[in-house]
């Protein structure tokens, strides 16, 4: 069974039209939530970690919010240069770690 | 700082050969973990280390060895390859625990065919 799922899939934006990418995950017990930036031939790069519903975080042009079920990821006013695919990943005892299959962001200048 | 470095970055094997895939982090974090990342599944865990000595299985451990004789080394090592072995993997590493906004320092990946 899944624990993670991100949708959509893969998103395309023209420059500066804001969207929200999100990611639901399906037990209890959450310990803290991960948003990470892959850029094709790379290794993920850290963005955020959410602990609790309710909990916001910003960086840049991105806002990561959470709640008892999922996590939403808000691109405003995207450039081309925050083309990449994101991930999210939970966490129930900081050991493991699941991870969706990530958002595949193109944002078209 | 180098942070997390693999070797090699690219690797064909043939099927039933063995190998090592190599991992070192100069940042002195203790929790160091390896993936595999495969076209739509994402990243799975497939063994991780929370110290020098102590190692244990994630989601997809068949098939592949590990140990952590020091805090800055964790080798993967698969036994005998198949073909369903073929992935990228990564090997990440954190403080002890991924919190306090720390969330994993990845690798750059090794990009592994078996044939």
């Known amino acids: 069974e899944d624990q993670v799922t991100q949708s959509p899939e893969a998103l395309r934006l023209q420059e500066g039209e804001s969207s929200s990418l999100n990611c639901s995950y399906t037990?209890?017990?959450?310990?803290?939530l991960f948003w990470y930036r892959q850029d094709p031939g790379k290794g993920p790069e850290f963005l955020f970690t959410?602990?609790?519903a309710g909990e916001e975080k910003e960086k840049e042009r991105l806002k990561a919010t959470l709640t008892k079920k999922e996590s939403f990821l808000h691109i405003t006013a995207p450039k081309p240069e925050d083309s990449a695919t994101y991930l999210c990943?939970?966490?129930?005892?900081?050991?493991?770690?699941?991870f969706g299959s990530g958002t595949k962001l193109n944002v078209k200048p | 700082n180098a942070g997390v470095t693999q070797t090699p970055k690219f690797q064909v094997l043939k099927t039933g050969q063995s190998m090592t895939l190599q991992c070192a982090q100069d940042m002195n974090h203790e929790y160091m973990s390896w993936y595999r990342q495969d076209p739509g599944m994402g990243l799975r865990l497939i063994h991780y280390s929370v110290g020098a000595g102590i190692t244990d299985q994630g989601e997809v451990p068949n098939g592949y060895n590990v140990s952590r004789s020091t805090t800055e080394d964790f080798p993967l090592r698969l036994l005998s390859a198949a073909p369903s072995q073929t992935s990228v993997y990564f090997c990440a590493s954190s403080p002890r625990r991924a919190e306090a906004n720390y969330g994993y320092t990845f690798g750059s990946g090794t990009r592994l065919t078996v044939v």
């Open positions: 990943a939970v966490t129930y005892n900081f050991n493991k770690f699941y």
């Open positions: 959410l602990y609790s």
């Open positions: 037990v209890s017990g959450l310990r803290g």
